[in-house]
């Protein structure tokens, strides 16, 4: 009887052991690092640091990174896969000091949200300035962001808002960009990813400028649904130069005012794939009752002599079910909506 009783005994032991090391390894999973470039000296410690790089450094796969409210002048890289969150994004800045790239996330499975990204640099990798928010990875998602470019020479035409680049299943929502980029969203060789409830509004680099809220370059089965585009030179812009850019969904988005084009959808070679873009159920300036066409262009080749003058055919695609009205996407920036 007593063997039977030290057994047991013996066997809650074991248990407890197990559940206390399951609660420490939990507890470590969910770890969160505070970040304040103003607090009281007594407030730092190895979970309270200054800067938002310090803060990545601190962590571990799968803990949180969170940003007090403040002007942080840094060009953050995301090597881990974390949650990082501003307390507000009116008011939780980063400042990327025209260095290089403001943020870069280069790891998989990020979740960065609640931030104003402004003033970005040069990136170096892929010899581009002004990427303001640089991925190169995958399954991130990153939304509720203010993404500001200073004026700039009408005639620099690099600066980006958000650049995937090889970059799949990815989700954008929710974010604003607003003016002066000369590409908002840009998708280069990037597949599956989600672009969804963003403004991108104000894009202008002249009246005949081609600054573009939404560029899908050499990228495969995206979603955009749902985004506010507008009065801007164009609104989207779908074209291939060494890849396919195929099975795109373009739906339910609003396009208002978009100056030169509303789209520009540009195909090269490859007669032999697939290219069924879809465009459905968008509203178009106006309520529309007949199917609202998209004029394509597709190049054949290009005559040297005349500066690559390009030799092409024109193409027409539809959305079929044009919206009557204008969809209600709640965006708020600044304490407003889709301003």
Known sequence: M????????????VIASIFSI?????ASYENIIYVDDNAIPEWYDATHVRTIQ???DATFEGDTVYVFNGTYYENIVVDKSITITGEGKTNTIIDGNEITCTVGILADGVHFSGFTIQ?????EEIKMRDVTLYVRSNENTISGNIFICEPEPISDMNNRGIFLFNSSNNLLSQNVINKNFYKGINLCNSHNNEIIDNVITGLIRGLRG???AIDVEDSSNNIIKRNEISKNNIGISLSENNNITS????????FFGNLR??????ERGYL????????DGNYWNKPRLLPKPIIGRKDLFTIKELDNFPIAFLFMKFDSNPAKEPYDILVTYGGKLNE
């Open 119 to 123: 003033n970005a640099g040069r990136v």
């Open 22 to 26: 399951v609660d420490s390894s939990v």
């Open 261 to 266: 084009f509303t789209v520009v959808f540009n």
């Open 247 to 254: 099975d795109n969904q373009i739906i339910k988005n609003n």
């Open 2 to 13: 007593k063997i039977k009783k030290l057994v047991v005994i013996i066997c809650m032991l």
């Open 54 to 56: 310090e803060g990545i």
């Open 272 to 279: 032999k794939e697939s290219r069924i873009n879809t465009f």
């Open 210 to 212: 081609s600054a573009t």
